[in-house]
């Protein structure tokens, strides 16, 4: 299919996905919910096909931040599993709801923007009082600035499972140890990727918050767990949409997939200068932008 924009417009998406990618992928968040409403009111793509282009863009711009979460140990891979496999059929489930009830989903998406709203203040209200589990990764990362006069995570500070099981899974980071109920991270990973169908965003705004407020988990550890997830969502997105006939615009999809690589290489590079309450503020301030134009497209 012919693109929706000209030449010179694909040359500029790259600049505008990199500063997306770049500020977001510390958070475990790829940019892709911030890119559907630009290209909506931006480039006046209203169709369907427009949820598919933005997991395209997900494809091409994800591999990159989740390459360094890997090679730096910060990969938690029970987490990535678990919102994989659950996430899948909610994809296909949302792609179809997306064609055949919600072409114009405004109603859904001021729902969906009050449950970002009340995800918002959780991941404020853990920044501003953070666990003792929080605490101590803080002050760990401040006496290593100290005496050492090096910023950053130490190569030791890596994701190690400790246990696994049906209800439980429990990991190690940086001496630290944390635990989620399985079944529930399933539950809630079904959900999200109906959600994430629906809009094409693969569902890391709404689950990176989820697993930083609700279950507890520190930000360096679920960042390349939800990226990786969303990639892998995206992927089954995409053919559901093709399965659907509502392909996406590879033009769009590859411009601004480009930007997104660079950018979220970096940022997933820089996080690990970032102290854990930074990046939970950056992540509210996030969802509070999101959560309110959810809300007031309602009233517009």
Known sequence: MDSVVDFWTLLLLPFVSFLIAFFT?????????LLLPFQVSVLGFTSPSVSATNLVYNLIAIPSGVYRYIREGRMAWPIASITVFATLPGVFIGAVLRAKYFLDPRLFKFFVGLVLLYLGFRVLSSALKPSEKIKELEKKLKERIE?????GLPKEAVVRTKKV?????EYEFWGETFSFNAPALFAVSFVIGIIGGIYGIG????LAPIL???FGLPVYTIAGATLLGTFMTSVFGVASYYAINYPPDWAIG???GVGGFFGMYFGARFQK???ERTIRFSLSAIIFATAVSYILQIFL
């Open 25 to 33: 992928s510390p958070a475990g968040v790829s940019g892709a919910f």
């Open 147 to 151: 005496t050492m006069k090096k910023r």
């Open 165 to 169: 099981s049906f209800s439980r899974i």
């Open 203 to 206: 569902g890391g705004a709404i």
């Open 212 to 214: 930083a407020s609700i």
């Open 254 to 256: 590859i411009s601004l």
């Open 273 to 275: 200068y970032l102290p």
